[in-house]
């Protein structure tokens, strides 16, 4: 079984990580939930949820991120509420 909230502790900071290069673009983005797959979903903010390269940044920044830090985790999606 999986602790989630050890997932959640390491899923935020990979977050973290990126946080200043998502805040240079005027954008940032929040854990929304990690599921029993598990698989993070992600709220993008800003200008993160307008841009047409968030998607690229998703996959290629935060997904690769939080794989490296969390092998656990098989994906990241974004999600809008």
Known sequence: MIDKGILTD????AIEELR????????DM?????TEDPIVRVRLL???SSCSMSMMTL???LEEAVKKAVPE????EAVEL
């Open 10 to 13: 390491k899923v935020n900071r």
């Open 20 to 27: 200043p290069f998502l805040h240079a673009d005027g954008g």
């Open 30 to 34: 929040e854990l929304v939930e990690i």
């Open 73 to 76: 985790i098989i994906a990241v």
């Open 59 to 61: 996959k290629a920044g």
């Open 46 to 48: 800003g200008a993160c």
